[in-house]
C-alpha cells in the first residue's frame, strides 16, 4: 500500500517536529515544514529517514499566499496530502493598549491566514480522495482568553470557528476536521511565555505538557480509529479547564 501523504505546518518547531515524527511512525511520508529554520526541518527528516520512516523538509512562509501556493503546487506533484496539521503559529504578547497594528496582523497572518493560505489549496484534492485528516493546533487562550494575548487569542479562536464550519462542509467525503488546543508545552515558546514558578501555579498537574504527548494526540486524530470525531476542539493542558 501506498503512504499517505501528510504536511506538518511549523514541523521545525518544538510540537511540529514531535508530530512529524509520530505520524512517520504511523506509516505516513512526511512533509517536515519550515519557515526561516529549514535546517532543522532537515534535521527532524534526517531523524525520521534513519528511524526506517519517510520524510521530506521544505520551507514557505504560511503568510505568502502566493509562496505558498507555488509549494504546495510542488507537493501536490507527489500526490494528494491526506493528512494535514496546521501548527505553524507565533505570539507577540503585549496588553491591549499597548498592542500595535503590526502586532495584531503578524500574528493573525500567521495563525488564522496561514490556515487559510495551506488549507484552502490541498483541500479539493484530497476531498477527491474521500479520505482525510484536518488538525490544526489552536491554544488554550483561545478557550479561556489571556492576559497580554488579545491578538493570539482572536487568531486561535478564529480558527476554531473554521474548524467547525470546514468539518461540515467535509463530512460527507470521509475528511474530518478537528483543533487541538494545547495548555502550556515544553518547547521555545511555551519557555519563553511562562517560567517553572508560573506554570506550577497555573497548571494543576504541575508541569508543562511533552510535545510528545500532543502529538500521540494528533497521531490519534489522524488515525483510521478517530474518523468519527469531527468539528471538535480538543484540550491538552493537564487540568488547567
Ligand atoms: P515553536 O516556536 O517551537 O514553532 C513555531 C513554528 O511555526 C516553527 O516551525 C516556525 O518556523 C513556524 N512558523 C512561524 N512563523 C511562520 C510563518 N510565517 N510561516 C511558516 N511557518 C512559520 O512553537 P511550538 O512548537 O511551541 O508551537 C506550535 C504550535 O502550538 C503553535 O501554533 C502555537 O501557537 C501552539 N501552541 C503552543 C503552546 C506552547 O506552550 N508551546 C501552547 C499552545 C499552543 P521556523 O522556525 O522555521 O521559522
Request: hydrophobic share 50%; charged share 15%.
Amino acid at each position: 500500500m501506498t503512504k499517505k501523504l501528510a504536511l506538518v505546518t511549523g514541523g521545525s518547531g518544538g510540537i511540529g517536529a514531535a508530530i512529524c515524527r509520530a505520524l512517520a511512525a504511523q506509516d505516513c511520508h512526511v512533509f517536515v515544514h519550515a519557515n526561516r529554520n529549514l535546517a532543522q526541518a532537515e534535521s527532524v527528516a534526517a531523524d525520521i529517514t534513519r528511524a526506517g520512516g519517510s520524510a521530506t523538509a521544505i520551507a514557505f512562509d504560511v503568510t505568502d499566499r502566493a509562496a505558498t501556493q507555488a509549494a504546495l503546487e510542488a507537493i501536490l506533484q507527489q500526490g494528494p496530502i491526506q493528512i494535514l496539521v496546521n501548527n505553524a503559529g507565533i505570539h507577540d504578547d503585549v496588553v491591549f493598549p499597548g498592542m500595535s497594528g503590526d502586532q495584531w496582523d503578524r500574528v493573525v497572518n500567521v495563525s488564522l491566514n496561514g490556515f487559510f493560505n495551506v488549507t484552502q489549496p490541498l483541500t479539493m484534492p484530497m476531498l477527491r480522495t474521500r479520505w482525510g485528516r484536518i488538525i490544526n493546533i489552536s491554544s488554550i487562550a483561545a478557550i479561556t482568553g489571556n492576559h497580554g494575548q488579545v491578538n493570539y487569542s482572536a487568531a486561535k479562536g478564529a480558527l476554531h470557528s473554521a474548524t467547525k464550519s470546514l468539518a461540515r462542509e467535509l463530512a460527507s467525503r470521509g475528511i474530518t476536521v478537528n483543533a487541538v488546543a494545547p495548555g502550556i508545552i515544553d518547547t521555545a515558546m511555551g519557555q519563553a511565555a511562562f517560567n517553572a514558578a508560573a506554570i506550577a501555579e497555573m497548571v494543576p498537574m504541575k508541569r508543562a505538557g511533552k510535545p510528545e504527548e500532543v502529538a500521540a494526540l494528533v497521531a490519534f486524530l489522524a488515525s483510521e480509529q478517530a474518523a468519527y470525531i469531527s468539528g471538535q476542539i480538543i484540550s491538552i493542558n493537564g487540568a488547567m479547564i
